[in-house]
């Protein structure tokens, strides 16, 4: 019996982290079409032959594809528009690992690629479900695998007798091509070279690959079929504040922008006399110690705009209005930073040449730039639900522009073309990958002789892992003609044996 002067307890709302750990996807397909369970199949098994014992390459690309070929067509019956565009995002970083040689490139790739397939895949629409895209991706397993147990039973038990011809038919194929294959390799060495070589020491790292891979395969197009319910949730919404109490910090931290901008524009226009003057140091050294600080300031921006747009006052049109004008001129003076810092990396660049990380901070700059953009464009309707989804797609047209223009080729031409102080850093460019080759190719000597001497590029053994930089590279250094070793060519540059 309830009793009657107890105070109720209201429950606590739902926490959407929570929700969206425990609620399971939208109910799919009860089963798989034996069209679907045989691609993924096959994917699995070209997985196994094309990745295990090879360098990644041209190979790996066509497994993605493949992987993702099942699940395009729930895509486009969806209407997915967007979840398309971001699947062939992330399907073109992974085609780079048969374009690009270095590893920080490829590495940078594949992570993009993963986030952006997971968003894609899960339908992620807003921040908190972009952010647990892996988490859907990694549920998704789950029912995948149960959902290709359900499947698989009942298809193999309905046509049992298919299935038993087909795999006596594969058996006895099998063993004749064994058979004779061994009889006219050891009489013809000439047709042995064209045989594949089977190694089976790497059979169990294969069984193990095919699997995955096609589960992964697999999850693809059950998810695709089914995103996760809560590919729409959003964080909870909290009262607006009062606009007193709101717009003190927002406008104080816009004053202070504002003011580093000014002061920013000061020491442009003044030049190196000026920095000398007011601060004591020469335009690189002044350059070189801010530069980190304003990539970071710009981060903590974005997320400061981030918790002060939910918090933004908006009962009236004033309110709005006083709120849009806040956050633009944050916005604005920003981007001012970010030009700031832009100038401050091109100055340092000038000075002590480019490399791959002051490259890497650059791009993560300019991507946060164009954040930026997309918030002030959110924040003239005060409408972002398309904000997470352009956020993604921007990360990952930044890392395949990076890719595409070819980092260590820029980084070799700029720093033999300019005039750098201090002196040129052989030891460095010596060890950029395979993708600078080809530039090292043109340059004067004795510095092209001095690099190219250093290169060890083996050429692709197969399809597997072919890979445009390491076949560039190769036959470069097969024209050159160069035996290994510094010599003379670099004894100019202080490099006496490597």
């Known amino acids: 019996m309830t009793d009657p002067g107890a105070t109720a307890v209201m429950p606590a709302p739902a926490n959407p982290f929570a929700i969206a750990l425990t609620s399971s996807g939208r109910e799919g397909p009860r ?102 895209s892996a988490v859907g991706w990694a549920a998704g397993v789950v029912r995948a ?4 147990g359900r499947s698989a039973g009942p298809l193999v038990a309905s046509r049992r007798s298919q299935v038993i011809v087909a795999v006596r038919s594969a058996a006895v194929t099998v063993v004749l091509l064994v058979v004779f294959g061994m009889l006219f390799a050891s009489a013809d060495a000439i047709f042995a070279s064209y045989l594949p070589r089977v190694d089976l020491t790497l059979l169990p790292a294969q069984v193990v690959v095919g ?13 695709a079929l089914a995103p996760p319910r809560w590919s729409d949730i959003s964080a909870t919404t909290r009262r607006p504040a ?92 920003t981007l001012g930073v970010v030009v700031s810092a832009l100038r ?42 398309w904000l997470p989804r352009a956020v993604v797609q921007v990360v990952a047209v930044a890392v395949l522009a990076l890719a595409l223009v070819n980092p260590d080729a820029q980084i070799l031409r700029y720093n033999t073309t300019a005039d750098l102080r201090p002196a040129l850093d052989v030891t460095y460019l010596r060890d950029l990958s395979a993708d600078a080759v080809p530039a090292m190719d043109g340059l004067p000597e004795p510095l092209r002789s001095c690099l190219l001497a250093r290169v060890h590029a083996d050429p692709p053994e197969g399809l597997a892992d072919w890979n445009l930089g390491r076949d560039q590279a190769a036959r470069v250094v097969a024209a050159a003609g160069l035996e290994s070793g510094s010599g003379p060519a670099c004894a100019e540059y202080g490099i006496r044996d490597y």
């Not at 045989?38 to 041209?58: D, K, M, N, Y």
């Not at 695998?145 to 290709?148: F, I, Q």
């Not at 920013?264 to 003057?277: H, N, P, S």
């Not at 350059?287 to 006052?313: C, D, H, I, S």
């Open 344 to 385: 401050r990396m091109d100055l340092y660049v000038e000075a002590f040449g480019l490399t791959r990380l002051r490259l890497f901070v650059v791009l993560l700059e300019v991507a946060m730039a164009a954040v930026l953009v997309l918030v002030m464009v959110a924040g003239v309707r005060w409408r972002g639900r």
């Open 242 to 333: 009062r606009l007193g109490e709101w717009l003190l910090p927002v406008a104080a931290l816009d004053a202070m922008v504002l003011a580093f901008v000014l002061v920013q524009v000061g020491a442009l226009l003044g030049g190196d006399r000026y920095v000398l003057e007011t601060a004591g140091l020469t335009f690189a050294e002044y350059a070189r110690e801010g530069f980190a600080q304003l990539v970071v300031a710009t981060a903590l921006t974005l997320v400061v705009v981030a918790f002060a747009a939910r918090r933004a006052p908006r009962t009236s049109e004033r309110d709005r209005q006083l709120s849009r004008a806040a956050l633009g001129a944050l916005c604005v003076g």
């Open 31 to 132: 089963a798989m079409s034996s069209r679907t369970l045989l691609a993924c199949g096959a994917t699995g098994v070209a997985a196994a032959g094309l990745l295990v014992g090879h360098r990644i390459g041209l190979g790996a690309a066509l497994v993605v594809l493949a992987v993702w070929l099942p699940a395009i067509p729930a895509l486009v019956r969806r209407r997915a528009v967007g979840d398309l565009v971001i699947a062939g995002l992330s399907i073109a970083l992974v085609v780079m690992v048969a374009v690009r040689d270095a590893g920080w490139v490829v590495g940078l790739c594949l992570a993009t690629a993963a986030w952006a397939g997971a968003v894609a895949v899960t339908s992620a629409r807003s921040t908190p479900a972009v952010m647990l």
């Open 145 to 148: 695998a149960r959902w290709t």
């Open 211 to 223: 699997i995955l891979v096609a589960l992964a395969s697999v999850t693809l197009v059950h998810l």
